[in-house]
T-cell receptor
Framework: LAKTTQPISMDSYEGQEVNITCSHN???????ITWYQQFPSQGPRFIIQ???TKVTNEVASLFIPADRKSSTLSLPRVSLSDTAVYYC???????????FGGGTRLMVKP | NAGVTQTPKFQVLKTGQSMTLQCAQD?????MSWYRQDPGMGLRLIHY???????DQGEVPNGYNVSRSTTEDFPLRLLSAAPSQTSVYFC?????????????FGSGTQLSVL
């Protein structure tokens, strides 16, 4: 299993850009990297997914270096509603080797 | 569209009791899975299924059984509950496993074993 490591918590202020990095040193060739957001008393919700280089959607960007041993989730101009726990997931396309990181608790302050 | 539905939301068991956590999805997803979430440990895969009639073990399968008789349902059974199984349980599904798809999660079941 690919072991993932994330910072336990981060603080930010409204309007700032937030970057959360996940380390996955033993990522396998077939593994994808996916980020999820979780609010209290809810299940995680998909944010973004990538394999290499950069991926961008309407809510976030995902940066993956060439060696793929880490990835960075970038949230532009965060708001109070972005306060949540963010999980990095590394998994292969068979769905049987899925390793979530311990999660990063992001607190956005006014 | 209900998505992934888990029942019950809360449950308290005594050590040694058995129970079944229910999970149903209405998206015709092939892949379904169960996770447990413990403080500071993220989510760990318990069991998963790539289609009706097919199940397999994840990272932490001991003490849990699953079955997949239909595409829609994927129940998780605790045969003899132990305090170590106190956790929040999430069911998730995705459309296929040919390419790693995004997971859709239920809202969770909070289980306490006394």
């Amino acid at each position: 299993l690919a072991k993932t490591t994330q910072p336990i918590s981060m603080d930010s202020y409204e309007g700032q850009e937030v970057n959360i990095t996940c380390s996955h040193n033993n990522i396998a060739t077939n593994d994808y990297i996916t980020w999820y957001q979780q609010f209290p008393s809810q299940g995680p919700r998909f944010i973004i997914q990538g394999y290499k280089t950069k991926v961008t959607n309407e809510v976030a960007s995902l940066f993956i270096p060439a060696d793929r041993k880490s990835s960075t989730l970038s949230l532009p101009r965060v708001s109070l509603s972005d306060t949540a726990v963010y999980y990095c997931l590394v998994g292969n396309n068979a769905g049987n080797m899925l390793t979530f990181g311990g999660g990063t608790r992001l607190m956005v302050k006014p | 569209n209900a998505g992934v539905t888990q029942t019950p939301k809360f449950q308290v068991l005594k050590t040694g009791q058995s129970m079944t956590l229910q999970c149903a999805q209405d998206m015709n997803h092939e892949y379904m899975s169960w996770y447990r979430q413990d403080p500071g440990m993220g989510l760990r895969l318990i069991h998963y299924s790539v289609g009706a009639g097919i199940t397999d073990q994840g990272e932490v399968p001991n003490g849990y059984n699953v079955s997949r008789s239909t595409t829609e349902d994927f129940p998780l059974r605790l045969l003899s509950a132990a305090p170590s199984q106190t956790s929040v349980y999430f069911c998730a599904s995705s459309q296929t496993t040919g390419r790693f798809e995004k997971l859709f999660f239920g809202s969770g079941t909070q289980l306490s074993v006394l």
